[in-house]
């Protein structure tokens, strides 16, 4: 069972989105944030929702697994909104106890922050959901190949991701293995508080560690016999090539910064 | 067979360093010699720290030796500035699947070597393409490792080390952490390289039965060769082997067990065919 873990949310698909350059969803995505936070009425923001919503659509990302996303952060959700509803007293008063009133500013200001955030969380999670981890590291690698000048590279960092992604796998697995084999030498993982609980995992940890140093020596030393000598000289198999879909990406990307701010002159701020 | 020499190895002498600075440990290999042919199958067998890995290090310039000489292709691997070419005549493929496959998708992974040598992207799709249809896992170029049996990752492995269209490959022990379905996936694709590629193999081995099947053998033991030839030839000298700490081939056992019971079973026998066909003859004799 824990063998068909897959890795990050990929969902494989052929969607338009899905055949987006990794490079430009990394960019798209970016500016897409920096988009929904210059929204500063409901006018605006209906715009962006309407078009995240449409993104979803068009990923074919099934909308509930969309809302398992939210899950995760339904509290911080539900905190905002509340702490907005209690400390904004513009607009006209619905309720009052005492000193605690809620206003129709307050109640409208939670709304829209609700909003919001769900925007954000729907076309970040988009990205994770439409590329595959490769992918994503590879089109990272490529972005910041400018990082190069200052003497950082970008090619040992995505090295290091793609390793790390492809040994989470394997390191559970032992991780299974070596419960298993403690349990069979009588550890008692499940029983006592957590100090003891956590006391418990070191005779898991220690091999854990002395097996991870001795995977990354075999692995060190296969790299060396497949003549790997870091990103100089190294060509790439997938060759990164916009394509219409990019391009009219970008185009609808930079049309929605126009409506939105148009949207903002036109009407008045609510935030 | 030609008798060109793909790897020469020249009274070669060779000690890992100490814990401490400077010191050596008593020597794994010495002088040892070993020729081995072109489009050679060779089979290397030995006990446990024998020194079999060891040669493996020295025959791909990951170590150079103490004494001696190793040449691969007319290359001396004490030639730094040769070390990658070398690399790419002999690669090598390790014990355990696991730790040598680098990306997260399989062609990714056998693209790993080719895009180290600076090959064109159209040519390492096409290397890359060709090798995963030799070693018949094609169909699970996007598949990610963690997710095939172990068998497959070696076969993998395996395409990884063709797609830098090595002249020479060595296997350490390919084979020790499979199971037997595994084993013969495994077995079934190195002979299927070496017959139809002419890829020169030199397989380090603990199993008797898969060095029968080796064109040489070469048995190791403290650091040196110990007997070297056909199969035939070696598993003959079975007291050598025994006490060496090795086996012989299983049918090869049950017949000087039978003839320990006074049934003599005509012919050398080394594979269960030998085994069977032999019996027959006996038989046939008997009536």
Request: glycine share 6%; aromatic share 6%.
């Amino acid at each position: 069972m824990i063998k068909d873990i897959t890795l990050g949310q990929y969902f494989p698909g052929n969607s338009p989105i899905h055949r987006l350059d990794p490079r430009s969803k990394l960019v798209l995505v970016f500016a897409l944030l920096i988009i929904i936070f210059l929204c500063q009425n409901f006018f605006s923001l209906a715009l962006i929702t309407v078009f995240s919503v449409v993104c979803v659509l068009l990923s074919r990302i099934p909308f509930k697994t969309m809302m398992k996303g939210l899950k995760t952060i339904v509290f911080v959700i539900l905190l905002t909104s509340i702490l907005q509803i209690f400390y904004n007293h513009e607009g006209t008063i619905l309720w009052q106890w005492h000193k605690i009133q809620i206003t129709t500013g307050g109640v409208s200001m939670a709304i829209f922050i609700t909003v919001r955030i769900i925007c954000l969380i729907f076309v970040s999670s988009l990205l994770t959901y439409t590329t595959s981890p490769t992918l994503l590291t590879d089109g990272i690698e490529r972005l910041l190949k400018p990082l190069k000048k200052i003497h950082i590279e970008p090619h040992t960092l995505a090295m290091m991701m793609t390793i790390a992604l492809r040994f989470i796998p394997t390191l559970i697995e032992e991780v299974d293995h070596i419960m298993a084999a403690q349990k069979a030498r009588g550890a008692d993982l499940e029983s006592g508080n957590l100090i003891k609980r956590a006391k418990a995992l070191i005779p898991i940890l220690i091999p854990l560690f002395v097996n991870s140093f001795r995977r990354a020596y075999d692995l060190a030393y296969a790299m060396e016999c497949r003549c790997y000598r870091g990103g100089d000289g190294r060509t790439r198999m997938r060759i990164m090539k916009l394509s219409g879909v990019d391009f009219a990406a970008y185009a609808v990307c930079a049309l929605l910064l126009a409506g939105v701010i148009v949207l903002n002159i036109c009407f008045e701020a609510v935030i | 067979m030609n008798k060109e020499i793909m790897i020469q190895i020249q009274n070669v002498t060779y000690a890992y360093e100490g814990d401490e600075e400077g010191s050596k440990l008593s020597p794994v290999l010495q002088n040892l010699s070993l020729d081995i042919y072109r489009g050679e199958f060779l089979a290397i067998l030995g006990h446990n720290g024998s020194g079999k890995s060891t040669l493996t290090r020295l025959c791909n310039a990951m170590a150079q030796p103490d004494s001696g000489k190793v040449y691969v292709d007319g290359m001396d691997t004490a030639d730094e500035k040769l070390e990658y070419d070398i690399r790419e005549k002999v690669g090598v493929v390790m014990q355990n699947p696991d730790n040598q496959i680098v990306a997260t998708i399989v062609e990714e992974d056998v693209a790993f070597g080719p895009e180290n040598l600076g090959v064109e992207p159209s040519e390492i799709r096409r290397r890359v393409d060709s090798a995963l249809r030799r070693v018949g896992m094609y169909e699970y170029r996007n598949h990610e490792p963690h997710k095939l049996s172990g068998g497959q990752k070696q076969r993998v492995a395996i395409a990884g080390v063709l797609a830098m269209q090595t002249e020479c490959i060595i296997l350490d022990e390919p084979t020790a952490m499979l199971d037997p379905q595994g084993r013969r996936e495994v077995m079934q694709t190195i002979h299927e390289l070496n017959r139809e590629m002419g890829i020169t193999v030199v397989l380090i081995t603990h199993f008797m039965e898969e060095a029968v099947q080796a064109d040489r053998v070469a048995v190791m033991d403290e650091g040196q060769i110990l007997l070297l030839g056909p199969p035939r030839e070696v598993f003959a000298h079975r007291q050598v082997l025994l006490d060496s700490g090795l086996d012989i081939p299983q049918s090869a056992k049950l017949a000087d067990r039978l003839q320990q019971l006074g049934i003599c079973l005509p012919g050398d026998i080394l594979t269960p065919d030998d085994f069977v066909s032999s019996f027959r003859a006996y038989r046939e004799g008997k009536r």
